[in-house]
């Protein structure tokens, strides 16, 4: 370094000031570069985030075509389950999934004149897959659809429907359901069940009984055979039909709430939408973790 | 590997799940079950001491682990239900199906 700038400092002030004007130039030459490659970074930036809007737009029509398909399964769901009865029996009901579409469903229609059938059924899981089930058996039970099948024996729809919906034979889809049937003549009330929750009956004077019959899910095993049983109903008297979405929900972390206190506090409850308040403030803020759906009826 | 508890006890394969069988971990279960499985045992005993608490999401593990164990030619049966387990076997029919038993020893000779 030392001789290089004894060098320097032996050449005259116009050979330093030519090397200078030499540094410059070469300076801005170098500069001149990296101003075209700002230049073509930034049109190609330009060009990349072009080419991102035109992906996103892709994606926000797909996403919106999606979004407007699953509305209109919904909307069919909805459009299947029955209108709130104003005549006695009265119904009222509430139905939320969790997610656009859910298993649940649930439905009620007059047998023959003295014989009135009321169900709710729940596909394990959520989504597409289940909902089409769900609604697959409920316009089984609606239309009557199983061969050989007294729709008045609950026990026998159950068998039936076990054998219709084998899992193997479903995407490894089960369901759970309670099926009642009141006949109007005489007030009685049979009904069995398979995996489901038990449905919850106050009596007017004040009384709680839970309605089940031993059984499992729709579906999980072949062969199985259901059975029937009754109770009388009066005047007065309320039905609730649950799905267990109603109530698996945590009072606490880790503490899952009781079923018996559900059923105390629906038993409680004059209409669905008192019990759904109810258990999302148990639940706290956010979705609930399963399908909502609560049918009452009122004899 | 598995993170699922398990035993060989008299040449059934006791699976011990701990706290919750639910829809986050009902997968994992069902996956270590199938491996477990797939070495040969065909008895099953779900030991459930430990666990509080079982969802729809877990009862459907707990089935496709029966069902596997069946086609093998063996079975599965259920120990040690606290309360409220037992409450949702009940609610489910798992109860019948599959029986409750007090003590594993008991779970074992069952199937036997």
Known sequence: MSATSGVAAAAGPGDRLAALEAELASVRAELDDLNLLYQATIEHGEAVEDQLAEANLALQTTQKRLTEELTEAANYIFSILPEPRTASPVTEWLLLPSTELGGDSFGYHDIDADHMAFYLLDVCGHGVGAALLSVTAINVLRSAALPNTDFRDPGAVLSALNDAFPMERQHNMYFTIWYGVLTRSTGVLRYASGGHPPSVLRRADGSVLTLSTPGIAIGMMEAMSYRAAECTVGAGDRLHLVSDGTFEVETSPGQMLAFQDFVDRLARSETPGEVLDWVRGLNGPGPLPDDFSLLNIRF | ?112
């Open chain 2, 1 to 112: 590997m598995t993170s699922l508890n398990h035993e060989t006890v008299n040449g059934a394969l006791v699976l011990k799940p701990s706290r919750r069988i639910d829809s986050s971990s009902a997968k994992a279960f069902e996956d270590d079950a199938a491996a477990l499985l797939d070495k040969g045992p065909k008895k099953v005993v779900i030991d459930a001491t430990d666990l509080d608490y079982i969802s729809s999401a877990g009862l459907r593990v707990i089935l496709t682990t029966a069902k596997k164990a069946k086609a093998a030619g063996g079975g599965l049966t259920i120990a040690c239900a606290k309360n409220n387990v037992k409450e949702v076997l009940a609610v489910s029919g798992f109860d019948n199906i599959f029986g409750l038993h007090d003590s594993v020893a008991q779970a074992i000779s069952a199937l036997a």
